[in-house]
């Protein structure tokens, strides 16, 4: 009963993709079914897309630079968003803080809009950020360790009983490719 008042309420069951009942024409299903089974198709991951976009791999390949170069040309929020970004990178590792006011402004008009508002929130961390020398850097590795050690002093940094055990258990094994170790 409620796969037939789910299809005449919403024009599809509840089983088919929202995306499938946009395309009625059988060519066309067809063509989006054999392009998602292509391999050379594969759409790259977001974080992939991210990475390829703000120039964060290494030489890429030409599909790579033309798929970047295509989806800024389709949509100018990435393409802002894009430039923006780099901008940003720039700035930080630069420590130009004569860029700021400049990068806040067009940041303020583009889909980065709540980034930074949240930055101009706490404006004289960034300023510093961008004009001492100073850096946090060197003290985290010291924390890092510390809080493993304290970890370790409390047992909650030593495997586990069950994992002892499996250790034993693969020390008097014999590795069948080594023979006996």
Not at 133 to 142: A, F, K
Not at 149 to 159: D, E, L, V
Request: charged share 25%; glycine share 4%.
């Amino acid at each position: 009963m409620h796969s037939v008042i789910g299809t005449k309420a919403f024009g599809r069951s509840w089983s088919q993709p929202k995306w499938l009942s946009q395309h009625d024409h059988p060519t066309t299903l067809h063509t989006l079914h054999q392009r998602s089974l292509s391999p050379s198709r594969k759409r790259p991951s977001p974080r992939q897309t991210s990475a390829l976009l703000l120039d964060l791999v290494h030489n890429p390949s030409p599909s790579q630079q033309s798929f970047a170069q295509t989806l800024c040309a389709l949509s100018p929020d990435i393409a802002t968003t894009v430039e923006l970004a780099k901008q940003f990178h720039r700035m930080m590792r630069e420590r130009d803080a004569s860029a700021w006011l400049l990068w806040r402004e067009a940041a303020r008009k583009s889909p980065l809009h709540h980034f930074a508002v949240q930055l101009q929130r706490d404006e004289a961390a960034v300023r510093a950020a961008l004009t001492l020398p100073w850096s946090t850097g060197p003290v985290e590795g010291h924390i890092h360790r510390l809080k493993l050690i304290k970890r370790q002093m409390y047992g909650r940094g030593r495997p586990t009983p069950q994992w002892a055990e499996m250790d034993d258990l693969t020390k008097n094994a014999e590795d069948p490719v080594l023979g006996d170790r």
